[in-house]
T-cell receptor, first 117, second 106 residues
């Protein structure tokens, strides 16, 4: 198992463009999280999935953000009509819920750094 | 929503020193985890510790769930310990604190 994989590692886009990021979780992990992190801050919760079901989306997230996890495997995060304030590191993490001995230990990918010009 | 506060926000120590990082949370949680974010941005899970004490080498952590805090101890610190340490708590989703930035001087 190679861990949580995120693509691309870096994305530079112009304001107003749409971008899509992909996350491949650790196989058999049923829970998947998206976080956003800006410089000097902790990861900020965006949304999370249990298998293919999106359980919660942050109220701070505008309608320009959408995430999917078809078939409960990989996930995509799309930002429409990007703004300069969207520039951040977007982090994906996965865990397995239901294995009592593991709890919900979270494993992170390396992130996608988005720069909106 | 639940509040997670970490202290101190910044810490500068000489190599070999010991340190204690604290995480307070405002409500009962299902579990708590400590992470280290290295200078390249990678977040590494250090401990999954909803209660009690765990040790891993020079690092140990204690969570007192009834008093809503957790402590991370780093002994005999090394320059490779530098980075940001986050605690994260779970009640329905997992929420992070703002972190403690640790800089170990050679």
């Amino acid at each position: 198992d190679t861990g949580v994989s995120q693509n691309p590692r870096h994305k530079i886009t112009k304001r107003g463009q749409n971008v899509t990021f992909r996350c491949d979780p650790i196989s058999e992990h049923n829970r998947l999280y998206w976080y956003r992190q800006t410089l000097g801050q902790g990861p900020e919760f965006l949304t999370y999935f249990q298998n293919e079901a999106q359980l919660e989306k942050s109220r701070l997230l505008s309608d320009r953000f959408s995430a999917e996890r078809p078939k409960g495997s990989f996930s995509t995060l799309e930002i429409q009509r990007t703004e300069q304030g969207d520039s951040a590191m977007y982090l994906c993490a996965s865990s397995i819920v239901g294995a009592r001995e593991l709890g919900e230990k979270l494993f992170f990918g390396s992130g996608t750094q988005l720069s909106v010009l | 929503g639940i509040q997670v506060e970490q202290s101190p926000p910044d810490l500068i120590l000489q190599e070999g020193a010991n340190s204690t990082l604290r995480c307070n949370f405002s409500d009962s949680v299902n579990n708590l985890q400590w992470f280290h974010q290295n200078p390249w941005g990678q977040l590494i899970n250090l401990f999954y510790i909803p209660s009690g004490t765990k040790q891993n080498g020079r690092l140990s952590a204690t969570t007192v769930a009834t008093e809503r805090y957790s402590l991370l101890y780093i002994s005999s610190s090394q320059t490779t310990d530098s980075g940001v340490y986050f605690c994260a708590v779970e009640y329905d989703k997992i929420i992070f604190g703002k972190g403690t930035r640790l800089h170990i001087l050679p």
